[in-house]
């Protein structure tokens, strides 16, 4: 068995040789990074019902498609991308080249979360490889199915002189941080952020921060009620309220609560039945401390609850649950729900709602709920979040097109389609220059002149009539 | 004379700085600095400034640094003026909402990156080009709508003291300039700040980046190290030369992409000596100690700091020095070996070792087995050359045939990789640095029916349609585009009547 140490190196050595660079090696293993994921789609499946009880269908849309469309779009746009992006040229450096290179960093890190145990490793890999890196991939122990299974496969289908697993708890990643990455991409809570931020500091490595946060979504004004409730309840109890992106709470007025609650209720039972425990579409708590966890904070809280609010254990089953009349200062306001517990808090008016959110840590995503569009932009233009998305939940994530990350608090960095790849890759200023027009460059030698500055002043001058960013020198 | 500040910090029992931040962040949150208008007055207000306090910099560059008035106007000032006119004239394009590429779902939705501030950010600047290299960040950040904190480099302490007049021209809370050593630094850096924009060494940086990891803080780190300059054989050596002469002794090589060392092969050493001797006389005069155009070491630290580089190395030319006016003539040296003291750290300073290596593979090699530099020069007429160079060695940036000149392009982002930095600035790059891009998806609660797919009960008929419909990305071509909407309509048309409860 290779130690840490012996695998950092293995890959370094190979990153060295230059293996990773071509097109076509990034080809072949994004290709067969998609053979292993189709090839593997049913116990895919089945591991990560094992882990989270996740139905068929959320797993299906959420972890295998989605990566799976991330990994096509890249493929087929890759070479693209890999291409120089020439920069203008104005008069003075006709003769010059200037375009920026995108190159791959080395070997990059990249840290999974247990809520998407294949997208949260895969998605950040996809890029990686695009852009020409060896990767180590640790998986989240806490969804061991899923770490178990991709430390099979991973090795069984991709390079394995340049991408390697490593499995283990919190120690393990712990001593893994104390080597040197060339990026450390990190999806999880902003405690462990700290000290992965601590870590990299030591050697100067940039990092991405996929954190997370409390995610308001506020409803307010003229609203299409029924379509509102099922949009909420879809986004919310997507793998049981433990995405980083689901609505974390509601904000809205008293009669805006008083008509969303029936209409709440409606879509619950009509997407889970009358029991949802029942349903075989809706999941479970990822583990018994979650569960604790989600219980002791319903427990301690002041609200009223509406709907829901039954657990059991055994199950590591929580009811979707509503609760109301809550305060600020309530247990369920102070930290990311990440369950399937829902809080109404009611404002008087838009400006409450804004300043409430405003007065929190920025989230990863916004959500605002009307058919009135001058809400929509009011809210947009006076709060500030990773991502924002009106009249749904979650999938605004789902657009390659869109960076997906956080800001302040809910993280630094984003990633998906392209994004990745840039994350992935330095951007490296090239400028070739020829040996002619020494004359001109003569102008920029000792002994400096009054005359000879004003030639330069006067051929810096064109940048103001917008004829591109280079000077004469 | 008291600061009003310094009253209130007295009497609040707060730092000074954090009640600097403090209201800065107050200025901030009061939304003014948002408005494109405020943005682009105070970006023609900085502009004012180095216009009419011309004669103050040069002056204090010139007690600083020993830069001569045409150094700093050309050096300093010039690049300074460009980044703000840029801004000035994109600043409306650069703050627009970005469309995104729609797909065949978000045909009827709004999808775009709307680009916002950040905050409060704090831009610590360098004594190197300390007008530069403080207010070039200071630009991005006024352009994307932030306050921001500056902190000038207290070693260039009159051009520091210069920059305590900003706040005539700036508005004074939403750009406060905080000026002091290492422990007010240490203290500005207890703060929260929503960017934090550091120039200066790798040593620092590790510092700063450490502080920022509390708040979870991004950071942007202009750092150094030593950069290479490789000279092939087959090049005009002339030309190179001089380009390299006038590269290596700006600033009297205190500059962070300076060429920091030659490698060339051992056949072509000596006429590289040679063609440098005569520039080092053509460009700074037989005595370069009394010629108005030659700088000075910043201070007597960084002048015995580099004098002890060179003590275990041949000279070449020059050598010759003052400490009492932290001088050191432009010197070369030769036949340097990798063990010596003069290639364990950065220069910085007018010094030129010439290291000997067999050719490029040989260079290429030298050159990785280091840290990757801020810059790497290659000297050829060989494009096999450069193109090799390019893809076998990755640097911060790369310039062939040149030195310096590639820090002029706005549109090229300039930046360090690994030691050398993180992040990148310039232009439009300082404006996206020091911004948040926010995904924006702007949906309707109408055509609901189509939702229905994605909502349990899921059957596996459902399964197939979702799939189907909801995520298929597929990259077509127009003619497929259009075959694909009427699809998708026929499909959605079915799915409504199959679906429909």
Redesign the interface.
């Known amino acids: 068995m290779e130690s840490q140490k012996q695998v950092i190196e293995r890959l370094r050595t190979a990153f060295?040789s230059?293996v990773t660079?071509p097109l076509h090696f990034r080809l072949t293993q994004l290709q067969a990074l998609l053979t292993l994921l189709e090839d593997n789609e049913p116990q895919i499946l089945e591991a990560m019902h094992k882990d989270l009880a996740k139905?068929?269908?959320e797993a299906?849309?959420s972890e295998i498609?989605?990566v799976v469309?991330d990994l096509?779009?890249t493929i087929?746009?890759l070479h693209n991308w890999m291409q120089p992006s020439y920069?203008?040229k104005n008069l003075a450096?006709k003769l010059d080249d200037?375009f920026?290179?995108r190159?791959p960093?080395?070997l990059v890190l990249i840290i999974g979360a247990w809520n998407y145990p294949l997208q949260l490793i895969v998605a950040p890999l996809i890029g990686a490889i695009a852009a020409g890196n060896c990767a180590i991939l640790k998986p989240s122990e806490v969804s061991k199915a899923t770490e178990q299974l991709l430390s099979e496969l991973i090795p069984k289908y991709l390079s394995q002189e340049c991408y390697a697993v490593m499995c283990g708890g919190a120690e393990e990643t712990k001593l893994l941080l104390e080597n040197r990455f060339?990026h450390i991409f990190y999806t999880g809570s902003?405690a462990v952020?700290?000290s992965i931020?601590?870590a990299?500091?030591?050697h100067?490595t940039?990092v991405t921060?996929e954190?997370g946060g409390k995610c308001p979504c506020l409803i307010y004004g003229r609203?299409?009620i029924?379509?509102?409730a099922?949009?909420l309840v879809?986004a919310k109890f997507f793998n049981v309220g433990q995405s980083c992106v689901a609505p974390d709470y509601v904000l809205c007025t008293t009669e805006m609560r008083d008509a969303l609650l029936p209409a709440i209720k409606d879509a619950l039972e009509?997407?889970?039945?009358t029991q949802a425990q029942q349903?075989?579409?809706?999941g479970r708590i990822i583990t018994d401390r979650h569960y604790d966890r989600l219980m002791e904070l319903l427990g301690k809280s002041e609200g009223k609850v509406v709907i829901g609010g039954d657990g059991v254990k055994e199950d590591r089953y929580i009811a979707p649950t509503v609760i109301v009349d809550l305060k600020e200062s309530d247990a369920l306001m102070q930290e990311e729900i990440f369950g399937p517990i829902l809080p109404i808090i009611t404002i008087e008016s838009l400006d409450q709602g804004i300043s409430f959110i405003n007065q929190r840590e920025k989230p990863l995503a916004l959500y605002v709920?009307s058919?009135e569009?001058r809400i929509?932009t009011t809210v947009?233009e006076?709060t500030?979040?990773?991502?924002?998305?009106?009249?749904?939940g979650i999938?605004?994530m789902?657009?390659?097109?869109?960076?997906?990350g956080g800001?302040?608090?809910s993280?630094?960095?984003?990633y998906h389609g392209r994004w990745t790849f840039e994350t992935f890759s330095?951007?490296?200023?090239?400028?070739?220059?020829?040996?002619g027009l020494?004359r001109i460059?003569m102008l920029?030698?000792?002994?400096?002149?009054?005359r000879r500055?004003g030639w330069?002043?006067w051929a810096?001058t064109a940048?103001?009539k917008?004829w591109?960013?280079?000077?004469v020198? | 004379m008291w600061q009003l500040t310094e009253v209130h910090s007295c009497l609040s029992r707060m730092s000074r700085e954090q009640l600097v931040v403090q209201q800065a962040r107050k200025a901030f949150l009061t939304g003014r600095s948002k408005p494109l208008d405020f943005r682009t007055q105070q970006l023609k207000s900085l502009k004012r400034f180095i216009t009419e306090r011309q004669k103050e910099i040069t002056d204090a560059l010139k007690r600083d640094l020993n830069k001569s008035e045409n150094a700093t106007l050309f050096y300093e000032l010039l690049g300074l003026e460009g980044e703000i006119n840029l801004a000035l004239s994109k600043l409306s394009e650069w703050a627009a909402p970005r469309p995104v590429a729609k797909n065949l779902l978000t045909i009827s939705d709004e999808v775009f990156i709307q680009p916002e501030p950040l905050g409060v950010v704090l831009i610590i600047g360098a004594w190197n080009y300390p007008i530069s290299v403080t207010l070039q960040p200071l630009v991005g950040a006024i352009a994307a709508g932030n306050a921001a904190v500056v902190k000038p480099s207290e070693v260039s302490a009159h051009t520091a003291k210069v920059m305590e007049l900003l706040p005539l021209y700036l508005d004074p809370e939403m750009y406060p300039v905080v000026t002091g050593g290492v422990p007010e630094t240490q203290e500005l850096l207890k703060q929260r700040f929503d960017h934090i924009f550091y120039t200066g060494s790798s040593t620092v940086g590790k510092v700063v980046m450490e502080a920022a990891a509390c708040h979870l803080t991004p950071v942007t780190l202009e750092l150094g190290g030593k950069s290479p300059c490789y000279i092939d054989k087959d090049c005009d050596l002339k030309i190179a030369c001089r380009r390299i002469t006038w590269g290596k002794y700006v600033n009297c090589g205190q500059t962070c992409i300076a060429p920091d060392y030659i490698l060339c092969e051992p056949s072509i050493q000596n006429k590289v000596v040679e063609e440098i001797r005569k520039c080092i006389k053509e460009f700074y005069t037989e005595d370069p100690k009394t010629f108005r155009d030659y700088g000075r070491i910043i201070n007597q630290r960084h002048f015995k700091r580099i004098m002890a580089l060179i003590e275990d190395s041949t000279v070449a030319v020059g050598g010759e020095n003052d400490e009492s006016q932290c001088y050191i003539a432009p010197t070369v040296l030769k036949d340097v070996v990798p063990e010596s003291k003069v290639m364990q750290e950065e220069i910085f300073g007018p010094v030129l070792p010439i290291v000997p290596v067999n050719g490029v593979n040989e260079a290429i090699q030298f050159i990785n087995e280091r840290e990757k530099p801020l810059v790497l020069y290659v000297f050829s007429s060989s494009k096999k050359v450069i193109k090799q160079m390019m893809a076998e060695t990755s640097s911060g940036g790369l310039l062939a045939n040149d030195c310096l000149v590639h820090f002029t392009v706005s549109d090229l982002p300039f930046g360090g990789v690994g030691n050398s930095g993180i992040g990148h600035y310039h232009g439009k790059y300082t404006f996206d640095q020091l911004s948040h891009l926010r995904s924006c998806l702007l949906k309707k609660l109408s055509m609901e029916r189509v939702n229905q797919v994605r909502y349990p009960p899921h059957s596996a008929e459902k399964v197939r349609w979702a799939r189907l419909l909801l995520l298929k990305q597929v990259n077509l071509g127009r003619w497929r585009q259009l075959a694909h909407a009427a699809m998708l309509a026929a499909l959605a048309a079915f799915v409504i009547r199959r679906f429909l409860r």
């Open positions: 060295r230059g660079t139905p068929k269908f299906v849309l498609d989605l469309n096509c779009y087929s746009n920069v203008g450096t200037c920026v290179r190159e960093l080395g060339d902003q952020a700290r931020l601590q990299a500091a030591v100067l940039p921060l954190l609203l299409d029924k379509a509102g099922k949009r879809w009509e997407f889970y039945g349903s075989p579409d809706y709920f058919d569009s929509v947009l006076r500030s979040s990773g991502g924002f998305c009106s009249n749904d999938v605004h789902t657009l390659p097109g869109l960076p997906f800001v302040g608090a993280g630094m960095g984003s330095h951007r490296r200023g090239c400028m070739l220059r020829g040996w020494e460059s920029r030698y000792p002994p400096y002149s009054e500055l330069l002043r810096t940048k103001k917008g591109g960013g280079c000077s020198m």
